[in-house]
């Protein structure tokens, strides 16, 4: 068993700063590329962005600046720091792996819960 688990959203005025950590956990051979969705109220899922396993980072462009992820691969975790929150980056936050698990020879997509992020402004 495999699973992803997100944290540290919450509630952050327009300006701010969040960091958000996706720890994957479970009998985890090798993990490929991380990624972070989010889902608005009435909005479809979008990628927000997206780092392969030898670290190179792509960014929706609405972020691009703003946000940055990163990953600590001998802790199978990624990370999305966001700083100069706005109003419109209100969503639930979902993280995004994929990985290969103990006994499998491909990689499967996993998803975790999802996290809220809430700006006020």
């Known amino acids: 068993q495999v699973h992803l688990v997100e944290s540290g959203g919450g509630l952050v005025q327009a300006g701010g700063s969040l960091r958000l950590s996706c720890a994957a956990s479970?009998?985890?051979?090798?993990?490929?590329?991380m990624g972070w969705y989010r889902q608005a109220p009435g909005k479809q899922r979008e990628l927000v962005a997206g780092?392969?396993?030898?670290?190179?980072?792509n960014y929706a462009g609405s972020v691009k600046g703003r946000f940055t992820i990163s990953r600590d691969n001998a802790k199978n975790t990624a990370y999305l720091q966001m700083n100069s929150l706005k109003p419109e980056d209100t969503a639930v936050y979902y993280c995004?792996?994929?990985?290969?698990?103990?006994?499998?020879?491909?990689?499967?997509?996993?998803w975790g819960q999802g996290t809220q992020v809430t700006v006020s402004s």
């Open positions: 780092i392969t396993g030898s670290g190179s980072a």
């Open positions: 995004n792996a994929a990985i290969r698990g103990a006994g499998v020879s491909f990689f499967i997509e996993y």
């Open positions: 479970g009998s985890i051979v090798s993990i490929n590329n």
